[in-house]
């Protein structure tokens, strides 16, 4: 079947650590996302990679890093400069790698980081 | 800028009963709009969308029409079931370099048997 998987589904992260959250994809989808969602509220935008070897800061990027060197693949990694990292984080995809009027986002279940 | 704004819930309801959540946003182009639904501890899922003026995207049982002189995008259902509680969230999406969405902060919807 195809879709997006991301793993863990729950992640803890201890002071001063880096922790990465996988995200992967079969669709064939060409951009990807990183969204974080905190209680009672919308997604925010972490990063975007409409192509392999290019991503794009999002709206809320400080204390986060991603790659892209596969295009299957989005790994999101939280630093210990994100001094707020505990969210459900939530990896998307779609088709294209430009924006096609009313293009759907396909999300993964979610990670849950929590910070011991 | 470009926002959604949703009514803030809990919404509780009876089965059965007719169900609106309220949305509307405000964008600097012409955005297409979405609902997702989240269940509890999953990802969001698409309900519906619609791309232009006076669309009606409808899934499940779930309708809602694109109106672009009153730039809102309310959701409505005739007839709620216990398994539609949820949280319901709806976006835009504008042709800009990143097309990302952009959220309301969600409803929680729960449907009492």
């Known amino acids: 079947d195809g879709g997006i998987t991301q793993s863990p589904k729950y992640l803890f992260r201890k002071e001063g650590q880096n922790v990465t959250l996988s995200c992967e994809q079969n669709?064939?989808?060409?951009?990807m996302y990183w969204y974080r969602q905190d209680p009672g509220q919308g997604l925010r935008l972490i990063y975007y990679?409409?192509?392999?070897?290019?991503?794009q800061k999002g709206d809320i990027a400080e204390g986060y890093s991603v790659s892209r060197e596969k295009k299957e693949s989005f790994p999101l990694t939280v630093t210990s400069a994100q001094k707020n990292p505990t969210a459900f984080y939530l990896c998307?995809?779609?088709?294209?790698?430009?924006?096609?009027?009313?293009?759907?986002?396909?999300f993964g279940p979610g990670t849950r980081l929590l910070v011991l | 800028g470009n926002s959604v704004t949703q009514m803030e819930g809990p919404v509780t309801l009876s089965e059965e009963a007719f169900l609106t959540i309220n949305c509307t946003y405000t964008a600097t182009g012409y955005p297409s709009l979405f609902w997702y639904v989240q269940y509890p501890g999953e990802g969001l899922q698409l309900l519906l969308k619609?791309?232009?003026?006076?669309d009606k995207g409808s899934n499940k049982g779930f309708e809602a029409t694109y109106r672009k002189e009153t730039t809102s995008f309310h959701l409505e259902k005739g007839s709620v079931q216990v398994s539609d509680s949820a949280v319901y969230f709806c976006a835009l999406a504008l042709r800009d370099s990143s097309y990302k969405l952009i959220f309301g902060s969600g409803t929680r919807l729960l449907v009492r048997p």
């Open positions: 619609a791309t232009k003026a006076d």
């Open positions: 669709l064939n989808h060409d951009a």
């Open positions: 998307a995809s779609r088709p294209s790698p430009t924006g096609l009027v009313g293009e759907t986002q396909y």
């Open positions: 990679s409409q192509i392999v070897n290019d991503f």
